[in-house]
């Protein structure tokens, strides 16, 4: 396993929507290494865009901090549902070191991917789980926090960002 690099906004492949990924061999090495890199970040979700692979990939572990390791791995994942509930609350991510922004998501999905051994599944997702899984998909359909900003916001946020100060 190995700790792969991590882009940084505004590298254009984050901005790429993804190709599905297949599970085979060299989609399970890529996301070990996908986890070591995440918790060497230390983060909690970590796409395939992220370190340059542009499939329909990603890892998390949202427990692992709290000492609890329970990692995943995703492919092709799809949002079936989502809950009318929506909470807005602080999201960083590892593409934007540094900067952390309100982002509002709904507080509950319904999601189904496909496990790194071919085998479809399903699961109802609430909280934390949930939207560490949304911020990912993000990443796989091409879009990073700032996207989700009203347009003023963004720009200042940006501008900061590139500016290499805090907002």
């Known amino acids: 396993m190995a700790v792969l690099p991590i882009l ?46 542009l499939i329909r990939l990603f890892v998390m572990d949202v427990t692992w901090k709290e000492g609890t390791h329970a990692p995943r791995i995703l492919l092709n994942p799809e949002i079936l549902s989502a809950s009318a509930t929506t909470a807005t609350g602080p999201e960083g991510c590892l593409s934007i070191p540094g900067l952390t922004t309100d982002i509002t998501r709904p507080t509950g999905i319904h999601l189904r991917w496909t496990d790194p051994h071919g085998d479809r599944r399903e699961e109802t997702l609430t909280g934390f789980a949930a939207i560490c899984a949304q911020h990912e998909i993000d990443h796989l359909d091409g879009r990073v926090t700032f996207d989700r900003l009203p347009p003023d916001r963004r720009a200042a946020l940006e501008a900061a960002y590139l500016a290499g100060r805090p907002a």
């Open 8 to 53: 940084r906004w505004p590298d254009p492949r984050l901005a790429t929507p993804c190709a599905p990924a297949t599970p085979d061999a060299a989609t399970r090495a890529l996301a070990q290494d996908m986890l070591e890199t995440m918790y060497a970040a230390p983060g909690r979700g970590l796409a395939a865009p992220q370190v340059g692979a």
